[in-house]
């Protein structure tokens, strides 16, 4: 009796520290299990953060190229609208005052005038100019001309026109035939009331007064309104 007492007590012993051994493992087993889960983490944490970084790299020099192009674009906008605005103020400042210019400084002031304006619209709108002068005639550049006759047509196009509009337009013709110049500008009007500012349409009265005082029976100066479209036409016997 006494022996089968002695030899339960082992075999619960042995039970016993058998469980405590299991215990002792799944402990082990556990803490490695979250030691590892933790560390899966970290190495996930580190490997998107430098997906980041590296997208980060990729992106940031894009972006910087992409800034720079278009302050570079700005800047040469700026230049270019400068350098014509330079030579239109150079005309009205030196060249105006003289009582005659030759067609070549008048035709440059209109083409830098009309670049101007161009900076304020957008690439797709219908801006039209047309230049046959060079083309028709070899003298040309001899041919005299009252100065500032382009700009009042040329500014009130681009004055009274809606740039909104996707119909909208602003057609610009130049042409010289048999010593006549001929200068032709049409535009859809803007359906919008014109804002009235003091002295506002007295250019082409101005004008007027003009020519008849420098080409007295030499020129004619027409100005139609057909529906939405206004056209001017101006037509001067130029001075040899």
């Known amino acids: 009796m006494l022996f089968a007492v002695i030899i339960l007590s082992i075999v619960l012993l042995a039970a016993l ?4 051994l299991v215990s002792m493992k799944l402990r ?3 803490k490695q299990h979250a030691d ?3 560390r899966n983490q970290e190495l996930n944490a580190m490997m998107h953060s430098s997906e980041l970084k590296a997208l980060r790299y990729k992106l940031n020099p894009h972006l910087f190229k992409n800034a720079l192009n278009s ?3 700005h800047a040469y906008q700026t230049y270019y609208s400068m350098d014509k605005l330079s030579g239109v103020l ?3 400042l030196y060249d105006s005052d003289q009582p005659l210019v030759s067609l070549q400084e008048e035709m440059d ?3 830098n005038f009309i670049e101007i304006n161009r900076l304020k619209l957008s690439p797709l709108f219908d801006l039209r100019v047309r230049n046959t002068i060079e083309k028709s005639s070899l003298d040309w550049a001899e041919l005299k001309i009252m100065p500032l006759v382009t700009v009042d047509l040329i500014e009130n196009a681009f004055k009274h026109t809606d740039f909104q509009k996707t119909e909208s337009f602003i057609s610009i013709s130049f042409q ?3 010593g006549w110049f001929q200068l032709e500008v049409s535009n859809r009007v803007s359906e919008k009331p014109p804002l009235r500012k003091k002295n506002s349409g007295l250019g082409l009265k101005n004008l007027e007064e003009r020519l008849k005082i420098a080409y ?3 020129h004619k100066l027409l100005v139609i309104s057909e529906g939405s479209v206004f056209r001017t036409q101006l037509k001067l016997q130029l001075h040899d």
Do not use: G, M, V
């Not at 520290?17 to 405590?20: D, H, N, R, T």
């Open 17 to 20: 520290l058998y469980i405590l």
């Open 28 to 30: 082990e087993l556990t």
């Open 36 to 38: 590892l889960s933790e």
């Open 71 to 73: 302050i570079q674009s």
């Open 90 to 92: 150079d005309y009205i």
């Open 109 to 111: 002031f209109a083409a």
């Open 176 to 178: 010289l035939e048999k």
């Open 216 to 218: 007295p029976n030499r």
